[in-house]
């Protein structure tokens, strides 16, 4: 596929045809998607193809907490899980709320389950003494997670880079024998969509582009 064609139509896929996805097939993705850069080039980066279904479901299961708290903050009119204004909905809230589990049926049911792990000595935090959350490190393990989405384009799959499980991280690290030190990223579905979508919702360039300053023409 042209590369442009790629970048506008790699879309959040999550409802996937029931059909494996080839063993070289996701090989010749991480394959290419390889290339993508990271913090000094240190590469601390391992993915896991997680095969076994009774994990599946346990990772599934894991993302149920996250979601539910996603959701109910998303009715309440909140931009979610965001670090700047506190949330109105309350722990309780989110325990006694019915589990939304068709926001993770996509981790459930996806032909091809990867988790992808970033080795945290090997990230270069610039941002680490700043008085926000930290940016920078994500810098290091998401272009290979969107690297992985855009190369399962080209090969006619989909997929999503799904974070409700990360809340879940100490669990996730015991399920998959994850060192502590290695940070989990992502959990990405992926397979055959059942649709492809092409004209993605995205601001235009106007609001995005300046010149010279954050407010500039
Ligand atoms: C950092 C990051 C975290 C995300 N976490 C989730 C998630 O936990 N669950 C999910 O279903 N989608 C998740 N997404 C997918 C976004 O919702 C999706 O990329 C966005 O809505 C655009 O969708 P579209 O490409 O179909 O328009 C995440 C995407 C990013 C980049």
Same mark, same amino acid.
């Given at each position: 596929? =042209? ?60 993302? +149920? ?15 979610? +899980? ?22 993770? =049926? ?69 399920? +998959? ?29 106007? =609001? ?10």
């Amino acid at each position: 596929m =042209e590369l442009y064609d790629v970048m506008r139509t790699t879309f959040a896929c999550r409802e996937f045809v029931p059909e494996p996805m080839p063993e070289e097939t996701l090989q010749r993705i991480v394959e290419h998607a390889r290339f993508a850069p990271s913090g000094g080039n240190r590469q601390g980066w391992r993915v896991i193809n997680v095969t076994d279904a009774a994990l599946r479901e346990r990772i599934a299961d894991l993302s +149920l907490p996250a979601a539910t708290r996603y959701l109910l903050q998303m009715q309440a009119g909140e931009s979610p +899980l965001n670090t700047i204004h506190p949330s109105a909905v309350t722990e309780e809230q989110v325990a006694q709320a019915a589990r939304p589990d068709w926001l993770v =049926e996509h981790i459930r049911k996806a032909p091809t389950l990867l988790v992808v792990t970033v080795d945290l000595a090997l990230v270069a935090s610039m941002d680490k003494d700043l008085d926000r959350v930290g940016l920078v490190s994500g810098g290091s393990i998401y272009p290979l997670a969107w690297n992985i989405l855009l190369a399962a384009r080209n090969e006619g799959y989909g997929g999503t880079i799904t974070t409700w499980g990360v809340a879940c991280e100490p669990e996730i690290q015991a399920l +998959l024998n994850i060192p502590p030190q290695w940070a989990v990223a992502a959990i990405m579905p992926l397979g055959k969509p059942v649709k492809q979508l092409t004209r993605l919702k995205r601001r235009p360039v106007e =609001e995005i582009l300046f010149t010279n300053s954050w407010d500039g023409s």
